[in-house]
């Protein structure tokens, strides 16, 4: 198993510019997670998705971001437009089943740095 | 909603030395989870506990569940450079979402060789 794949792994990118970000859960997992990762903040919960659908979006910071998936192998992420504090390392993670008991997989993540 | 505290937030040792990182929770938790992101890379789960008590190995990591599900540990028994990375806890929320795990902020551990 190739495990989750995130698209760009890394993304340079100028203040205004639409940034999005990729992301192919592991074949068979029905959740899916958009994490932002920052020194200051940690690991902050985004969005998550069960079965296709968007179940809770309230850590998404403002209308600059939205998230979709269209279908059950690929979610996007994206940032409209962006912003230097946007700058973070991006992970998209995927899990059997809709409860906390089962493991999160992690993709390598997208690091994203906002000029 | 729910939050996790983690400390130490840094730990420094020598190779050889145990480490011990704690997660405490204001609230009783159905579970927790471990995670380890190495420098650079992504968190990796560990392991889960769920029981009241529970201790948990994994060669020289021991992983403990409070008996009141509101903290729990990683120790790490005479450190190896390879165990370099952060530690994180994640226990999902309280309140009905028990679809979303929270992530303490994790405890950074280098190993001086």
């Known amino acids: 198993d190739a495990g989750v794949i995130q698209s760009p792994r890394h993304e340079v990118t100028e203040m205004g510019q639409e940034v999005t970000l990729r992301c192919k859960p592991i074949s068979g997992h029905n959740s899916l997670f958009w994490y932002r990762q920052t020194m200051m903040r940690g690991l902050e919960l985004l969005i998550y998705?069960?079965?296709?659908?968007?179940?809770?979006d309230s850590g998404m910071p403002e209308d600059r971001f939205s998230a979709k998936m269209p279908n059950a192998s690929f979610s996007t992420l994206k940032i409209q437009p962006s912003e230097p504090r946007d700058s973070a390392v991006y992970f998209c993670?995927?899990?059997?089943?809709?409860?906390?008991?089962?493991?999160?997989?992690f993709g390598p993540g997208t690091r994203l740095t906002v000029l | 909603g729910q939050q996790v505290m983690q400390i130490p937030q840094y730990q420094h040792v020598q190779e050889g030395e145990d480490f011990t990182t704690y997660c405490n929770s204001s609230?009783?938790?159905?579970?927790i989870q471990w995670y380890k992101q190495r420098p650079g890379g992504h968190p990796v789960f560990l392991i889960q506990l769920v029981k009241s008590g529970e201790v948990k190995k994994q060669k020289r990591l021991t992983f403990q569940f409070g008996e009141a599900k509101k903290n729990s540990s990683l120790h790490i028994t005479a450190t190896q450079t390879t165990d370099v990375g952060t530690y994180f806890c994640?226990?999902?929320?309280?309140?009905?979402?028990?679809?979303?795990?929270?992530f303490g902020k994790g405890t950074l551990l280098t190993v001086n060789p």
């Open positions: 998705f069960n079965n296709n659908v968007p179940i809770d």
């Open positions: 609230t009783t938790l159905s579970n």
């Open positions: 994640a226990a999902p929320n309280s309140g009905g979402s028990n679809y979303k795990l929270t």
């Open positions: 993670a995927s899990r059997m089943g809709p409860t906390s008991y089962n493991e999160q997989f």
